[in-house]
C-alpha cells in the first residue's frame, strides 16, 4: 500500500489519523514540523500537511513540495475556514483540503481519492511482468518471483513512476527509509540481484535502465510492448 506522511505537530491529531490511516492498509510516515516534512517527503507517495508548523510553515512545505516532487498529493489541513485561506493553500500546490475540525473518516476517503487520480494501483502490468501490490508480489510469464522485501520495494518503487530517473540517494530514502545504510553501491548490488531474477539482457535491459551518473529508471513499455 502506499506511504503516507502525516505533517501535522499536534500529538492528538497525529494519534487519531494515525490510527485510522494505518487500519486502512497505509504505510505511515510522521512529521511535526515543516523541516523533517521535507526531510521525509521523498518517502511518501501522498502528503497530509498542516498549514500552522513550527521551523517552515505548511504553505512553504507545500511550495517546495510541488516544486520537488510534482506528482505527489497534497491534502492540506487547515483550522481556518475562510474561502482565501483554501484558495491560497489550493494556489500553492495542495491538491485538496478539509477543514478542522475534521471527520477522519472524510481524511481516508480524500487520501483514497488522491491517491486512485495520482495513478497509485493495485496492479501495475508491464508486458510480462505483473505487480500485485496488495499481495506484495511479483509475477513474471505467470511465474512467481521470488523476491526479498528490499528488491521487492525497489521494484515497486521505480514501476510506479515509469520513465523517472531515480537516483541512487533518492531510492535509498525511499526504499531504506531511516535504516538506510548510506552507500551507494548497496543499490546496485540490489538492483543486480533483481535484474536477474527479471531474467534482463544486461546489453538491452526489458525493464531497468541505467541512467550514467544518475541512478535508474523503470522502462515505459511501448504499444507493441504490452499484453
Known amino acids: 500500500m502506499a506511504n503516507?506522511?502525516?505533517?501535522?505537530?499536534?500529538?492528538?491529531?497525529?494519534?487519531?489519523?494515525?490510527a485510522y490511516l494505518s487500519h486502512e492498509g497505509y504505510g505511515l510516515l510522521e512529521a511535526g514540523d515543516g523541516q523533517e516534512a521535507l526531510?521525509?517527503?521523498s518517502q511518501a507517495d501522498l502528503v497530509v500537511l498542516d498549514l500552522m508548523l513550527p521551523k517552515r510553515s505548511g504553505w512553504e512545505v507545500a511550495q517546495i513540495l510541488r516544486r520537488q516532487f510534482p506528482s505527489l498529493p497534497i491534502l492540506m489541513l487547515t483550522a481556518r475556514n475562510e474561502e482565501q485561506e483554501r484558495i491560497q493553500g489550493l494556489d500553492l500546490g495542495a491538491?485538496?483540503?478539509?477543514?478542522?475540525?475534521?471527520?477522519?473518516?472524510?481524511?481516508?476517503?480524500?487520501?483514497?481519492?488522491l491517491l486512485r487520480r495520482s495513478g497509485l494501483k493495485d496492479e501495475l502490468v508491464f508486458g510480462d511482468l505483473r505487480i500485485r501490490v496488495r499481495e506484495h508480489a511479483a509475477y513474471l510469464k505467470g511465474e512467481a518471483l521470488p523476491l526479498s522485501k528490499l528488491e521487492y520495494d525497489l521494484l515497486l518503487t521505480l514501476a510506479h513512476y515509469p520513465g523517472m530517473v531515480w537516483s541512487r540517494e533518492r531510492l535509498m530514502e525511499r526504499v531504506w527509509g531511516s535504516d538506510f545504510p548510506g552507500v551507494d553501491r548497496v543499490v546496485d548490488v540490489h538492483i543486480a540481484g533483481l535484474r536477474k531474477k527479471l531474467a534482463e539482457d544486461s546489453d538491452n535491459p526489458r525493464y531497468i535502465e541505467t541512467v550514467r551518473g544518475v541512478g535508474y529508471r523503470f522502462r515505459e513499455v511501448t504499444p507493441e510492448e504490452s499484453p
Open 95 to 113: 491538491d485538496d483540503y478539509v477543514t478542522k475540525p475534521f471527520s477522519p473518516r472524510e481524511v481516508v476517503a480524500r487520501v483514497r481519492a
Open 39 to 41: 526531510d521525509k517527503a
Open 4 to 18: 503516507v506522511l502525516i505533517v501535522d505537530d499536534d500529538p492528538a491529531i497525529q494519534q487519531i489519523l494515525r
